[in-house]
């Protein structure tokens, strides 16, 4: 099993910076790892993804702003945030697809996903 285990998040003013980070646990590599963010009556959405080879997508809102990254050896995500905006006020969920080994994607793991428990970020005006 991965458990994924975020942390950074917190309160900052609006064009301040954070830098949200995630760890897996485990000895799982882990295929394509992202962030998502919930924010106050709203749905979950995609906010920036990388695949094992360094691929990225970022949701339209935050390029720019935002910088996703990842050392794939320890398993650990990060997400640095910077001109935040009141709008950017969400908690923000780790997440992993797929288990890889060394020769790929491990069969029946693609489409399998992995959370963690969520980080607030809060950006006051």
């Known amino acids: 099993q991965v458990q994924l285990v975020e942390s950074g998040g917190g309160l900052v003013q609006a064009g301040g910076s954070l830098r949200l980070s995630c760890t897996a646990s485990g000895s799982h590599l882990l295929n394509v790892m992202g962030w998502y963010r919930q924010g106050p009556g709203k749905q979950r959405e995609l906010v920036a993804s990388?695949?094992?080879?360094?691929?990225?997508n970022y949701e339209d809102s935050v390029k720019g702003r935002f910088t996703i990254s990842r050392v794939n050896a320890k398993n650990t995500l990060y997400l640095q945030m910077n001109s935040l905006k009141p709008e950017d006020t969400a908690v923000y969920y780790c997440?992993?697809?797929?288990?890889?080994?060394?020769?790929?994607?491990?069969?029946?793991?693609?489409?399998?996903?992995?959370w963690g428990q969520g980080t607030l970020v809060t950006v006051s005006s």
């Open positions: 990388i695949t094992w080879g360094g691929t990225i």
């Open positions: 997440n992993a697809e797929g288990i890889r080994d060394p020769f790929g994607v491990v069969a029946g793991t693609s489409g399998m996903h992995f």
